[in-house]
């Protein structure tokens, strides 16, 4: 089966999630990526380590499928190399600060008068323009600086998010803007920049409540996770854990009042709507809770699947693993690694195509594992290449 992107190469030069997961996209639908690194490794490949070595636990999801070059692009030999590689891609991918990209040879002015059809995702923290332009930042910033945090846990206590959404949700409108970039370069021959920042990622996800506060003020404040537009939508503790209730609209309202056998909840103008029910979701949220405690997590899931209301058990990390669903569709491929004991469960493509699906065809690259293959395929000799690893340019 042919890949949508057979043929394109991609240089990765991002580092940690938003830059590296675009470039893993690109990659699972069948784009030769080069992921390039430090000579001694980048921060990003030893975080939460899980081999003796130090590798970690997200490089091995976000390298996948790429191959793995060592290089110092900072040493004149070493942009010697980055034009010899520019020269040969499609895309380049970087999450860097734009003085950086430019001290890198890896601004958009750069890379065109190497390769005049390249297309350059940029991706920082707060893109470019604004006071902010220069700052460097992770997924939290965008979180705080939203107003998703201040959303979150309760008015005493803001918290963020324990997933990283923000940088995987820049990721994956990166990857959208690089195959649109990619679409349009088949049309026009000409090639762009793609730019995104985390900041707009997160701007975007908050964007209704922000149309919210402007158009009537409403000055909301965090209730932990109890939703404040519809309800029942809260947690609740059952006798041997946690489960999650989210009813959205009219009807599901009524099957849960059908469901506590309590009809006069559809009589109280408090519940009237969705709004109203948010506004005094408290009420709601304590009869609720009062029912799911005499209850196990079993039974108050298999009454809310036959009265067909959203739920679902709040599951820890070996639940999640243990979860049958996720063993009947597959979702998870198990793919050794060197150092490794047992394989590791690394997420599929998360969008599935029918006719061109993406697949996860080799694992993540020890360090420097294609270094040799790379530089031999740039027209490198054998000496050459270990003079330049003896001078660590590579």
């Known amino acids: 089966m042919s890949k949508v992107l057979q043929g394109i190469r991609v240089l990765d030069f991002g580092r940690y999630i938003a830059g590296p997961y675009c470039a893993t996209l690109l990659a699972d639908m069948g784009a030769d990526v080069i992921r390039i690194e430090k000579v001694d490794g980048s921060e990003d490949r030893f975080l939460s380590p899980v081999t003796q070595n130090g590798d970690g636990a997200l490089f091995m999801q976000l390298a996948r499928n790429k191959r793995g070059l060592t290089l110092n692009p900072m040493k004149p030999e070493g942009q010697e190399i980055v034009k010899k590689l520019v020269a040969t891609a499609d895309v380049v991918v970087a999450n860097l600060p ?212 959203p739920a679902g058990p709040v599951m820890s990390p070996q639940q999640v693993l243990d979860d049958p669903h996720i063993a009947a569709k597959g979702l998870f491929q198990y793919t050794e690694y060197p150092g490794l004991e047992k394989p590791a469960p690394l997420m599929k493509t998360p969008v599935e195509l029918s006719a061109t699906p993406g697949e996860i065809r080799q694992r993540a690259p020890e360090l420097g594992e294609h270094t040799d293959a790379i530089m031999q395929e740039l027209g490198y000799s054998a000496e050459q290449i270990a003079d330049l690893r003896s001078r660590r340019i590579i």
């Open 98 to 309: 734009p003085d950086t990209l430019k001290a890198m040879g890896l601004d958009y002015d750069s890379l065109k008068a190497i390769k005049s059809d390249i297309i350059l995702t940029m991706i920082s923290a707060f893109g470019r323009g604004g006071p902010y332009e220069y700052r460097v930042g992770f997924d939290g910033l965008g979180q705080a600086m939203s107003g998703s945090m201040y959303m979150s846990g309760t008015p005493e206590q803001p918290a963020k998010a324990y997933a990283p959404f923000i940088d995987f949700g820049t990721a994956s409108l990166s990857a959208f803007g690089t195959m649109t970039a990619l679409f349009e370069r088949q049309k026009t021959g000409q090639g762009q920049v793609v730019e995104a920042s985390l900041f707009n990622t997160a701007l975007t996800m908050m964007n209704g409540t922000l149309i919210e506060q402007a158009a009537i003020q409403r000055n909301r404040v965090a209730t932990l996770n109890r939703s404040q537009t519809s309800a029942p939508a809260d947690t609740f503790r059952t006798r041997d854990g946690w489960v999650l209730v989210q009813s959205v609209g009219g009807p599901l309202f009524k099957r849960w009042a059908d469901l506590m056998g309590e009809d006069h909840w559809l009589d109280d103008p408090r519940f009237k709507d969705d709004i109203s029910r948010g506004d005094n979701g408290a009420v709601i949220s304590e009869r609720l809770a009062a029912w799911c405690a005499e209850r196990s997590s079993e039974e108050v899931l298999a009454a809310m699947e036959e009265a067909r209301l």
